[in-house]
């Protein structure tokens, strides 16, 4: 008797869905995303908005881009994942789609529907497709674990009220309290 087959989805899939339906593919499952709170819509417009800031300041190469952003992990059709905010400083992976290859920074707002997601499945999948750095910010917990996936896979936890270091930049912190303001 044959087992039953698991359906695997592809990134025309996604392309696929109804106008206005949102979600991500990660190793062929598809996660429907849900409309975000007001709280991580003002997260994602200021850490946009303050990155952007250092960036242009520093004459630097990297590009900060907010979701709806389509990265495309790896060279499959069964990755596809929209970041609240990627950094890309190497130009050569954006074309008109998105990025094709992992940012250099990447930060998600934690949703409180599926925070393992977060937590558990997109790290792996960052970690392996190579980003450098990879925030999780937590408005619930108002905490920030980051985590350097160049040194070692170092970890950290901050809280909203602390200046947390950005890793790919030596002069940059945030705090995110000061974000909320």
């Known amino acids: 008797m ?5 359906k695997y989805y592809t990134i025309e ?6 106008d206005g339906q949102r979600a991500e593919l990660i190793d062929g499952h598809i996660y429907m995303m849900a409309p975000p709170m007001r709280i991580h819509q003002k ?5 946009t908005k303050v990155i952007g800031t250092y960036i242009d300041a520093k004459h630097g190469d990297c590009e900060v881009y907010p979701a709806p952003f389509a990265v ?5 059709d ?10 890309i ?9 998105g990025c094709n290859g992992a940012p250099d920074w990447i930060i998600e707002i ?10 558990g499945i997109k ?22 674990m980051v985590y350097d996936l160049e040194a070692d896979e170092k970890s950290n936890q901050y809280g909203f009220d602390e200046n947390v270091p950005v890793c790919i930049y030596e002069d940059f912190n945030i705090k995110v309290a000061d974000l909320l303001l």
């Open 2 to 6: 044959a087992l039953p087959q698991e």
């Open 43 to 47: 997260l994602v417009s200021q850490f």
């Open 13 to 18: 899939d996604i392309y696929n869905l109804p």
């Open 89 to 97: 400083c190497d130009k050569n992976k954006l074309d008109e789609r």
């Open 78 to 87: 069964r990755n596809y994942v929209e970041p609240d905010i990627s950094v």
């Open 123 to 144: 790290l792996f999948k960052y970690r392996t497709a190579g980003v450098r750095e990879y925030w999780i910010v937590n408005p619930r917990t108002k905490t920030v």
């Open 110 to 119: 934690a949703s409180p529907s599926n925070p393992q997601n977060d937590y």
């Open 72 to 76: 495309f992990l790896n060279e499959d």
